[in-house]
């Protein structure tokens, strides 16, 4: 087994790329422990020190550290802990939730979803990031978002991200949007 270890826009954030898929379901996001429980991977990731955030994804699994911590332990202690659980891994696992599949309540938030879900998400999700559509006003044109994961920490997914997002829903919505990070 390799483990590619690669930078983000995120200077907290770093994906550790794993030559076996580790996650065959959606991208998944623990923050803590107690949401990882009973998957024995992201448990043994939790045990490192500096880590905050666990993200995981096809092979990838991005790491969100404490601001403090130095990369230098974490990264090795990540690899190491990547390495004593992965055989013992079911890529398959799934998530004990309670949150219902999104909703929307107009015709144009639900085309605004499968614009992101295509084309946004999982530029997002490769960052071990998310983007949450909060609302979309019909007469000022303006769609409210909010950005999770290692996005939601990110200097960059501020302005760089936002002008992406913008770009894209201009072309493929209307030519007239906003898009604000709530």
Same mark, same amino acid.
């Given at each position: 087994?390799?483990?590619?270890?690669?930078? /983000?826009?995120?200077?907290? @954030?770093?994906?550790?790329?794993?030559?076996?898929?580790?996650?065959? #379901? =959606?991208?998944?996001? !623990?923050?803590?422990?107690?949401?990882?429980? $009973?998957?024995?991977?992201?448990?043994?990731?939790?045990? *490192?020190?500096?880590?905050?955030?666990?993200?995981?994804?096809?092979? /990838? +699994?991005?790491?969100?550290?404490?601001?403090?911590?130095?990369?230098?332990?974490?990264?090795?202690?990540?690899?190491?802990?990547?390495?004593?659980?992965? &055989?013992?891994? &079911?890529? #398959? !696992?799934?998530?004990?939730?309670?949150?219902?599949?999104?909703?929307?309540?107009?015709?144009?938030? =639900?085309?605004?979803?499968?614009?992101?879900?295509?084309?946004?998400?999982?530029?997002?999700?490769? %960052? $071990? $990031?998310?983007?949450?559509?909060?609302?979309?006003?019909?007469? @000022?044109?303006?769609?409210? +978002?909010? !950005?999770?994961?290692? *996005?939601?920490? *990110?200097?960059?997914? /501020? %302005?760089?991200?936002?002008? #992406?997002?913008? &770009?894209?829903?201009?072309?493929?919505? %209307?030519?007239?949007?906003?898009?604000?990070?709530?």
């Amino acid at each position: 087994m390799e483990i590619k270890v690669q930078t /983000t826009p995120n200077p907290n @954030s770093k994906k550790f790329i794993i030559s076996q898929i580790i996650n065959n #379901g =959606e991208k998944v996001t !623990f923050a803590s422990p107690e949401e990882a429980r $009973g998957i024995q991977l992201p448990l043994a990731i939790f045990t *490192c020190i500096g880590v905050k955030k666990i993200a995981m994804f096809g092979n /990838t +699994v991005t790491i969100t550290k404490a601001h403090s911590a130095d990369w230098d332990i974490v990264e090795d202690e990540v690899i190491e802990a990547i390495s004593l659980k992965i &055989n013992e891994h &079911n890529p #398959g !696992f799934e998530v004990a939730t309670d949150t219902p599949k999104e909703v929307y309540d107009s015709p144009e938030m =639900e085309r605004l979803a499968v614009i992101v879900d295509k084309d946004i998400r999982p530029i997002m999700q490769a %960052d $071990g $990031g998310d983007i949450q559509l909060l609302k979309y006003d019909t007469i @000022s044109k303006i769609l409210f +978002v909010s !950005f999770e994961g290692n *996005c939601g920490s *990110c200097a960059s997914a /501020t %302005d760089g991200t936002l002008a #992406g997002i913008k &770009n894209i829903l201009e072309m493929k919505f %209307d030519e007239d949007i906003k898009v604000y990070k709530t």
